[in-house]
């Protein structure tokens, strides 16, 4: 991860928000690499969710809405985490990341150890509590830790267990419960009753606007609402980079099926949709399981959740959940608003209301995901037999930030630079093109390496003609991922590019 996140800020994908002023905790910024590779995974993600499907429709709500539409949603009474405080190193965690177990010797509870959640969590509390017997010299039989979450600790136990911070008991408090949606204030008096909130999720405007949708006339169930858009949550342990933030983007979609219809088969094509997408932006196949939440943790309401779990190099982790909601969002806007949020089937003559599949994902978890992925050191050797590391970022072409960047051999031959120039602009309006002078060919070749650029155009004096009539208006081409190079006219380059993206 480190070596990533220094790529980020050098090559200008991610920075810490607000840097200059020491950053802000979970807030972060994309430099221009960056933004461009959230705007393919967006734009890709429209196209194939919204513009490509006859069923789905976009939309855009705003960000801060009527607060009863979080009372309804529930965000008001149950948003919470548990939070924690370590009183000695004012440090606060998540309760249910914190786990303890008693140390058991003879069958005698003897102390207490702790640890933060990890993937060997059972592994090392174990280790720990052999470290503790054998400090403490206690002879006996030393029985398999039993790790429980903090939430699970009883009231006797709190003052036992150590804090995660410091090694030391009694400084943690009991497990409160935290909203994690940002308040604000609407209008100019900072009144209670002019309360209301950044939006945790996008998902409760597509409820809100089902009736608006639907009295366009344009969809018909099964029909989706798709939107893409920033959501906030005031995250007790905003973590690993940008995977756990404070503000962050979603890209969600609602999608209506008949109360009687087989929800179990849309949840598992919703599920399978959303794997091959992640697989055709460049996501390794052998990288994402599935996580079927159990029952009894599921919300009342809830048919099922399935999570899209990623293999983050800290871990696996949730990327993309696929919850089967039943008609609990739009049962709750409409008693909350008094407007019916029914649908009317022409054919049945029958009105019901409508049962819903959520996808709902998050473009910064996929972009840390394709730049974890994409990240590679390879040894080469180059002509004169020396070996070097390449760091290179092998972004699905469809999702890189620049596609093309163009070279002039030499940036003292005006002819070459004219030349070089006109096939830039040649290949700008089509595709994110760069444009380099520096250095040599061979150090213009490791930067866009390490941007991830699928292909650079060189013009050399070939391209002039010097060399004959049959090389003249011709290229290289040079590929990042094979490192060949092929000799290609001027004239072929756009729709040669174009179908390799396509590819
Ligand atoms: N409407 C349902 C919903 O919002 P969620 O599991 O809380 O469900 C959906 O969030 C997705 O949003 C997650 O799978 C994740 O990709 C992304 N996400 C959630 N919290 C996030 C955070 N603090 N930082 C970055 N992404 C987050």
Known sequence: MEKIVALCKRRGFIFQSSEIYGGINGFWDYGPLGAELKKNIRDYWWNEMVRGRDDVVGIETSIIMHPKVWEASGHVGGFTDPMVDCKSSKQRFRADEIYFSAVIVDGKV????????????????????????????????????QPRDFTQATPEEIPLVPSPATGEPGSLTPARNFNMMFETYVGALREESEKTYLRPETAQGMFADFKAVLDTGRVKIPFGIAQIGKSFRNEITPRNFTFRSREFEQMEMEFFISDDDDWAKWHRYWIDWCRNWLLSVGLPASHITEYNHAKEKLAFYSKGTTDLMFQYPFGVQELWGIAARGCYDLSQHAKFSGQPLEYFDEEKKRKYVPHVIEPAVGVDRIALAILCTAYQEETTTDEKGQTET??????????????????????????????????????????????????????????????????????????????????????????????????????????????????
């Open 110 to 145: 003897v102390g207490y150890v702790s640890m933060l959640e990890s993937e060997r969590t059972t592994e090392d509390l174990q280790a720990k509590a052999e470290a503790f017997k054998r400090k403490r010299a206690i002879q006996g039989k030393l029985e398999p830790v």
């Open 390 to 503: 390449r760091i290179v970022m092998r972004f699905a072409p469809r999702i890189a930030p620049v596609k093309v960047a163009v070279f002039p051999l030499l940036r003292n031959k005006p002819p070459l630079v004219e030349k070089a120039k006109e096939v830039f602009k040649l290949l700008q309006p089509h595709f994110t093109t760069e444009w380099d002078d520096r250095g040599n060919i061979g150090k213009r070749y490791r930067y866009q390496d390490e941007q991830g650029t699928p292909w650079c155009v060189t013009i050399d004096f070939d391209t002039l003609g010097e060399k004959g009539p049959e090389l003249k208006d011709t290229v290289t081409l040079r590929d990042r991922d094979t490192m060949k190079q092929e000799r290609v006219k001027i004239a072929d380059l756009v729709p040669l590019i174009t179908g390799k993206l396509r590819g």
